[in-house]
């Protein structure tokens, strides 16, 4: 049988960390599937299991005029629910499986799953996030893109717990997010993308792009979106602009086929669906 | 008399109704099958490991009675002994305390063995390669029907169209996972469990076993839909074995994983059209070839056969027609009964291709189709008079009233071209026209089931119903207790339907091709009217019945000639959608539907399967994927990977019932539950096919092929990565 | 590891392994056999009760942190007013067919109602939002989404 260690504080939990061997369960809406227990972030079977959910730090959600920080624990229903959350991210939640699974998977679990077709992690690359890690050794951060570092690969040491999101209060005059799932709820992801732009005084003050499922990790580019910012939303009215752009993405996604979709349809669609939001803003 | 029951479910929805996984048995053993990790082999060489005491293994050689399961043919093993047909096939029977002990022992015994190539695919079937399966040819059966003169019917064609239809796996998935419990019981073996047709159990156990002393009894059951016909002769067979050896109780209880990978499934159908249009834009001939996937043994595949073949031509009147019928033998798990059995693929597949037809000739598909309706004085394909009224045109009119069908129809029509709005939404309307014969196919009921029913009153004047046939949510119980009680004129409390128990009830017949009201429910009133004719109070009676064939009703199962079915009811469906351009995902905006079931003796319990059957069909025709991968397994393996509706994929279901009074039914009801299964698919494909204006041929319609119609040759070929399971 | 919690109004202590599934608790350890099994991942929601106010999948529920916590299942909201009100309208909204899914069923419509601020106002979209993580494979949905009107009908007061 499995030790478990079940502490209240955040100080608690990253000592029992710092013994070893110690594997962390958040909302287990994925360790618990299947005929035993799996942790993606552990590897082999821990001696004990630390669980976070008692720990009240981890559940508080703060903001001042620059940032929403987000208590790794919070459930995807709680963060739903809270309208201090980015509206993005709350769309991208609603999609994510059904409530029963909502109620209990959480933001911090969901980033340390780092699973290619996860539905928020398009969202929190976008906003930039910055992932706050603590152990007995204090607290690193790093951003998203660099945290994650492949399919259910991510800086997390044994001896590290993800503690809080940090999102920057970003104002965006033009949002556009899709995910394709296998149906409309309880649905895996096939495809999603996520845009967010400004655009003031007929020009791109801002503008960026994420995409899921269409890679080992999410695919955003700072350097394609380079390209955009600053241009006047007419320069998207040019056929051959927009074309460019799709060519960009499109050296950049290596979607696979599996039993849930087509690398083609996974490819196309995500491609198409970035030309529409193309087209959408070049409208205003 | 007021006949409302309001508390029929009771115990299932208070969680007090046990199913199989919730019966208890003191010392009970858990039961785990070993199963062939071969697709096509010998087996050559067995490593067994040490068994702990307490721990037992069971195989072919432990059988006292036949190594065989009773269905139809008798070719499937109870335990395969030499040869494995496909991967999953059950080679022993492992029996001990605890579950994770077997797992282990399962893990640790090694069987080696000689394989040769296995056909997965009906063309890899015909191949041949290494030698047939069965046979000398892989066909596990094969009919040739005629209708008129096809020759003559084609001289007169101006138009020939060919055409190929198929359609693709399909799993029940009921939610309650296959399972039985076997104990002994006053010198009876008896079984347990999740099941359809307790008959079927009894027989396999005695087959099995090799004597009578068995006795089968139904749980309450979590869903069926044809999966729990045949299937838990499967799970029987070998437990019983092993119950008679150790005179123990012990379960045996899939988890979803296996139930998915290991359990029959709804078999492959391909279908290719060959039809003749003359100048008037009549159909003249149809030239019909179909292909049906059976898997590694038989089972039904025959019977699927017969009804794909004589109901080809659905509710049409074709005048001349040939068709040819084969059912392969090959390597996967043997396709089964699922609700329709054979019908769905029928239905999909001449809808569509008269679809088709009508618009190559220039012709509005509902019109054209209503222009070959069968009428009161038709003949069948079978050369059969049509008996009682057609009502076609009837609920043609009706489904149009409620869906708005022929407007939509123009109006979507006209919408932008795609070249204009490639970012937008288009809509689609499709309507379905169909049928299911119900009863067994042929004079089956006559000459090989004749069922028996008994009702039995006591002396305080309730009455109790004593039938084979199972309420497997289906709502049966309740609609044989509404006959009961109507026809007695009593109230429904007085009248109760006994647990469907082998040592119990009398044989009448399987819970399986819509025969339960039919049949089964018209028995039942003949029975309360003796009652009631010959009612006495204070002392128990008892009336039995027994099934008569209709004076009309006539069948040669040599020539396929006759009444293919003792009564027939129709259905008309449409479905309307919206189609995301971009991600050629649907929405489903309408979903409509008519029938005629002779009447509904419930009316209720009716639109439960109306709404039940189209929704599966709906998931049948658009997101049920169910892929072989090349180990011949499937490459969904859970309930994530296989895509069933949610609350959220579907819309409320309008319907409405045509009365039409069958003389041989219970107050003029023929069947309806598998029904509502059968033209979901292809309205829901005409839908798409009117939205995007592209012929489809194949289900199910995934976002994924409705891309690839409609931007299959935009940039050539762009697949980046490989398969991964 | 022992667990003290509260089911359906009663204390319970148990020592079990921590990661045992509450639904094996429940099912096997208890014996309250109404929550159902019916995938053991998380996506059909048969196994659905109801933990500290909140609806869960109890299959992916481990032991360790029902530690302190409220737990109900159909085996208690059956005895009381508002869970009687709300099976008899799924009984008479003929809701329930194989009846496999309905315990899970008859919590998620639970939640759907009590956590509604104005049950007048639910619509049938939250309705189905609320069950979308229970499949059913018998009634297509359309008449378990219709017990909710008919308890707030038939329970007026009581939501």
């Known amino acids: 049988m499995v030790i478990a260690y079940r502490p209240e504080t955040t100080a608690q939990a990253v000592e029992y960390l710092a013994r070893g061997d110690v594997a962390i369960f958040a909302g287990g809406t994925d360790i618990m599937v299947g005929d035993k227990p799996v942790c993606r972030s552990f590897k082999g079977e821990p001696s004990a299991m630390l669980f976070i959910d008692a720990i009240d730090e981890l559940k508080t959600l703060s903001d001042n005029s620059k940032t929403i920080t987000v208590g790794a624990g919070l459930s995807l229903t709680e963060l739903e629910n809270d309208h201090r959350v980015p509206k993005l991210l709350r769309d991208s939640i609603l999609q994510v499986a059904a409530p029963g699974v909502r109620n209990c998977a959480t933001m911090g679990g969901n980033v340390c799953n780092a699973s290619p077709a996860a539905d928020t992690l398009p969202i929190l690359y976008l906003l930039d996030t910055q992932v706050v890690v603590s152990s007995v050794n204090g607290k690193i951060t790093f951003p998203i893109e660099q945290f994650i570092k492949g399919p259910g690969i991510t800086q997390l040491t044994s001896s590290d717990l993800l503690t809080q999101l940090v999102i920057p209060k970003t104002e965006f005059s033009h949002t556009f997010y899709r995910k394709v799932g296998t149906r409309c709820a309880n649905a895996l992801t096939k495809v999603s993308i996520v845009g967010a732009a400004n655009i003031q005084n007929g020009l791109l003050s801002d503008w960026r792009v994420a995409f899921g499922a269409v890679g080992p990790t999410v695919v955003r580019d700072q350097q394609i979106e380079s390209l955009l910012i600053g241009k006047p939303v007419a320069w998207l009215k040019q056929h051959h602009n927009i074309q460019s752009i799709i060519e960009a993405y499109k050296a950049k996604i290596s979607p696979l086929s599996d039993q849930r979709s087509t690398a083609t349809y996974r490819l196309r669609t995500s491609l198409k669906l970035l030309e529409k939001w193309l087209t959408e803003l070049s409208d205003g | ?725 | ?159």
């Open chain 2, 1 to 725: 008399m007021v006949t409302v029951n309001t508390q029929f479910k009771q115990a299932e929805a208070c969680g007090v109704a046990e199913y199989v996984a919730d019966r208890h048995f003191e010392g009970q053993l858990e039961g785990r099958f070993y199963r062939s990790s071969c697709s096509r082999g010998v087996i050559d060489d067995v490593q067994l490991p040490t068994f702990p005491p307490g721990y037992h293994l069971f195989s072919a050689s432990d059988v006292p009675g036949k190594n065989e399961l009773p269905i139809v043919e008798n070719d499937w093993p109870a335990f395969a002994d030499k040869e494995v047909r496909y991967i999953g096939q059950v080679v022993y029977l492992l029996v001990g305390p605890d579950p994770e002990v077997l797992e282990d022992l399962i893990k640790q015994i090694k069987i080696t063995y000689i394989s040769s190539t296995p056909a997965f695919t009906i063309s890899q079937s015909q191949a041949m390669k290494d030698g047939p399966i069965c046979g000398s040819d892989n066909q596990f059966d094969h009919h040739e029907l005629i209708k008129g003169d096809i020759d003559k019917g084609f001289a007169e064609a101006v138009t020939i169209i060919e055409d190929s239809c198929s359609t693709s796996y399909q799993e029940h998935l009921y939610l309650e996972t296959q399972g039985v419990i076997g104990y002994p019981k006053e010198g009876k073996i008896v079984i347990e469990g999740s099941m359809q047709c307790p008959w079927y159990v009894h027989h396999c156990m005695s087959h099995v076993l090799g004597h009578d002393k068995v006795r089968a009894i139904q749980c309450t059951t979590g869903g069926g839909f044809g999966g729990k016909e045949d299937f838990p002769d499967v799970l029987a067979g070998p437990l019983a074995v092993a119950v008679e050896h150790l005179q123990l109780p012990i379960r045996l209880i899939f988890n979803r994983t296996e139930d998915i990978a290991f359990t029959s499934k709804r078999h492959p159908v391909e279908f290719n059209y060959r039809t003749g249009v003359d100048k008037d834009g009549k159909i003249v001939a149809m030239d019909l070839k179909l292909d049906i996937n059976s898997g590694g043994y038989f089972s039904l595949s025959g019977i699927v056969l017969q009804r794909s073949l004589t109901t080809c031509t659905n509710v049409y009147d074709i005048p001349n027609v040939r068709v040819s019928g084969t059912a392969w033998a090959t390597n996967t798990v043997p396709n089964g009964a699922f609700r329709g059995f054979g019908a769905p693929q029928t239905c999909f597949a001449i809808e569509t291709h008269l679809s088709h037809v009508a618009k190559e000739t220039g012709q509005d598909p509902a019109a054209f189709k209503q222009a070959h309706f069968l009428t009161s004085q038709s003949k069948t394909l079978t050369g059969a008079e049509i008996y009682g009224d057609m009502v076609l045109d009837q609920m043609m009119t009706r489904a149009d009233e409620l869906s708005d069908y022929h407007e939509k129809v123009k109006s979507y029509a006209a919408q932008v071209q795609m070249s204009d709005d490639k970012f937008g939404k288009r809509r689609g309307i499709g309507l379905a026209v169909f049928q299911h014969g119900c009863g067994f196919a042929g004079d089956l009921e006559d000459i090989l089931v004749k069922a028996k029913v008994a009702i039995v009153k006591d002396p305080q004047g309730n009455v109790e119903i004593l039938a084979s046939n199972t309420d497997i949510g289906q709502g049966l119980s309740l609609t044989f207790c509404k006959i009961v009680a109507e026809t007695l004129d009593i109230p429904l409390d007085r009248v109760h339907q006994a647990r469907p128990d082998t040592d119990k009830v009398p044989d009448s017949g399987p819970t399986v091709a819509s025969r339960s009201i039919l049949i089964v429910g018209y028995l039942l009133e003949n029975a309360a009217k003796e009652l009631k004719e010959n009612w006495i109070e204070g002392v128990e009676q008892r009336f039995e019945q027994v099934y008569k064939k209709p004076d009309y009703h006539h069948w040669d199962q040599q020539t396929y000639q006759g009444n293919a079915y003792q009564a027939t009811s129709y259905g008309i469906n449409v479905v309307e959608i919206e189609l995301d351009l971009v991600t050629c995902q649907s929405e489903i905006l309408g979903l409509w539907a008519v029938y005629d079931v002779g009447h509904a003796i419930d009316a209720l319990v009716f639109q439960g399967q109306i709404d039940g059957g189209l929704v599966q069909a709906i998931g049948y025709g658009s997101s049920e994927k169910l892929e072989l991968n090349e180990q011949g397994t499937f490459a969904q393996k859970s309930m994530a990977d296989y895509v069933i509706p949610t609350s959220l994929d579907v819309p409320k279901i309008v319907s409405s019932l045509v009365e039409n009074p069958y003389e041989f039914g219970p107050q003029g009801a023929k069947g309806g539950g598998e029904l509502t299964h059968n033209g979901g698919a292809a309205a829901y494909v005409a839908a798409v096919e009117s939205a995007i204006g592209v012929n489809i041929s194949s289900i199910p319609v995934t976002p994924e092929l409705i891309s690839e119609l409609l931007y299959g040759c935009e940039n050539g070929d762009e697949s980046g990565g490989k398969n991964e399971d």
């Open chain 3, 1 to 159: 590891m022992k667990i003290d919690f509260t089911l359906n109004g009663q204390a319970r202590s148990l020592n079990v392994d921590p990661l045992q599934p509450l639904l094996t608790t429940l099912r096997d350890v208890i014996g309250l056999k109404a929550t159902k099994e019916g995938c053991g991942e998380g996506e059909c929601g048969a196994c659905s009760a109801i933990v500290n106010g909140k609806l869960v999948n109890t299959c992916l529920f481990p032991i360790a942190q029902v530690d302190g916590a409220q737990v109900l299942t159909l085996e208690g909201l059956r005895e009381t007013p508002r869970g009687r009100c709300l099976i008899d309208a799924l009984l008479t909204a003929k809701g329930v067919q194989c009846g496999f899914c309905t315990p899970g069923m008859v919590l998620a419509l639970y939640q759907v109602l009590v956590n509604s601020p104005d049950v007048t106002q639910i619509t049938e979209h939250e309705i189905r939002v609320g069950i979308s993580g229970n499949l059913c494979r018998c009634t297509g949905y359309g008449m378990i989404v219709d017990a909710v009107n008919i308890a707030i009908e038939q329970g007026e007061g009581l939501w």
